[in-house]
């Protein structure tokens, strides 16, 4: 028995749409992702594991994260190669946003930096309150130094300290000043290995767990203040940006749950970061 030809092509095209729903289903499924251009600090600190998992479950959207320095992080962005930024570089975000690169940045959380060494402390720098002045007896007397070296946000604050101590490092010469440019956890291991101090943000600090002797020598000073933010990155600019998908991810991390469980994140009793989008808490 011959099959009209008009039946076949309306089988046809019938199988044709239904094998175009199903693949567009699978396709937007699989899609269900965003990348979350970030930091080696929030990534060393664990607060991407005890978080993330908890919005996938409620909302279904995978968080990629990709942890570089700040100043990468925003280079990425640019570039279009992420959806969200959540770094801690302020003047830079902002200008990233003006720039219109970006639609619009929210205060995330906040801790500080610190200045660690070996615990016999030779330069006698433990106990100061003011950072700038102890970068200055670290290069007085020709201590070795690891900088992270990488135009991160920690590196990024280790060179305004570096203005406020009236030293410029790079330029005095000398191999006391070494530049590992790399991440945080590895410039906390170069350290160690050198016995040299170097500046870290808190939360990895308390993360790392190759800390032998050292420990924390100057803290408290309010130049040590250590912000991060999120931004949405403009899908003006990235027509293929998932928006919708980051915008969701950053109303959960500034609200009530991402918040609460970014102050109940803890080692050993102690927060690593503290919350302070506003209205969030």
Not at 188 to 196: E, F, I, K, P
Request: net charge neutral; proline share 5%; charged share 20%.
């Amino acid at each position: 028995m011959r099959i009209p030809t008009s039946r076949l092509w309306c089988a046809c095209a019938a199988l044709s749409l239904m094998l175009g729903l199903l693949l567009s289903g699978i396709s937007q499924a699989e899609e269900r992702f965003i990348i979350l251009q970030s930091t080696t600090s929030t990534r060393n600190s664990g607060l991407f594991d005890a978080i993330l998992p908890r919005f996938r479950a409620k909302t279904g959207i995978e968080v990629r994260v990709v942890a570089v320095g700040t100043g990468q992080a925003l280079k990425n962005a640019r570039n279009g190669d992420g959806d969200v930024l959540l770094v801690h570089a302020k003047p830079e975000e902002e200008a990233f946003v003006t720039a219109g690169w970006g639609v619009k940045r929210f205060d995330v959380m906040y801790n500080d930096f610190v200045i660690v060494g070996p615990a016999n402390d030779p330069v006698g720098i433990a106990g100061l309150r003011q950072a700038g002045t102890a970068l200055r007896k670290i290069f007085q007397t020709q201590a070795a130094f690891v900088s992270r070296g990488d135009e991160s946000g920690t590196h990024k604050k280790e060179r305004a300290l570096w203005e406020i101590a009236a030293v410029d490092p790079l330029e005095t010469g000398g191999r006391w000043y070494r530049e590992a440019g790399a991440g945080m956890g590895a410039t906390l291991n170069t350290a160690v290995g050198m016995r040299a101090y170097t500046l870290t943000d808190r939360g990895t600090w308390l993360s790392f767990r190759n800390k032998a002797d050292y420990t924390i020598l100057v803290e408290g000073d309010p130049q040590l203040f250590n912000q991060y933010g999120v931004i949405l990155v403009n899908p003006a600019k990235h027509p293929h940006m998932k928006a919708g998908l980051g915008q969701q991810f950053i109303d959960w991390l500034v609200g009530p749950e991402g918040q609460s469980l970014i102050a109940g994140y803890t080692i050993a009793g102690q927060p690593l970061f503290f919350p302070n989008a506003p209205g969030g808490e």
